[in-house]
């Protein structure tokens, strides 16, 4: 019966979703030891709502390439757990408004 649990674990940390979420907290600890967030933060202070899209592209495009990586694979990552987590809202059922 152990086995069968050891099964049933494995196949639970190695599924699709789970692998997705390993990739996504691994670009979140790179993110953070490649980047100064309270810098980040600061700096967001400093322009408000209008600004948020060019400050985010200025510095996306400003950035090393291994913090460009790191978003490009955990914005891709997010999109495809989202597309994963709405494939599994079944079809025929309303959402309670």
């Given at each position: 019966m152990a086995a069968v649990l050891m099964i049933h674990a494995a196949r639970a940390l190695i599924s699709a979703?789970?692998?997705k979420l390993y990739i996504l907290a691994a670009c979140i600890v790179a993110l953070a030891s490649l980047t100064s967030i309270s810098q980040v933060l600061v700096n967001?202070?400093?322009?408000?709502?209008?600004?948020?899209?060019?400050?985010?592209?200025?510095?996306f495009v400003k950035t090393g390439l291994l913090v460009r990586l790191a978003v490009i694979v955990g914005v891709a990552t997010v999109l495809s757990l989202l597309v994963e987590i709405v494939g599994r809202i079944p079809k025929n059922r309303v959402l309670a408004v």
């Amino acid at each position: 019966m152990a086995a069968v649990l050891m099964i049933h674990a494995a196949r639970a940390l190695i599924s699709a979703a789970a692998i997705k979420l390993y990739i996504l907290a691994a670009c979140i600890v790179a993110l953070a030891s490649l980047t100064s967030i309270s810098q980040v933060l600061v700096n967001l202070g400093h322009i408000g709502p209008v600004g948020y899209a060019t400050f985010f592209f200025v510095a996306f495009v400003k950035t090393g390439l291994l913090v460009r990586l790191a978003v490009i694979v955990g914005v891709a990552t997010v999109l495809s757990l989202l597309v994963e987590i709405v494939g599994r809202i079944p079809k025929n059922r309303v959402l309670a408004v």
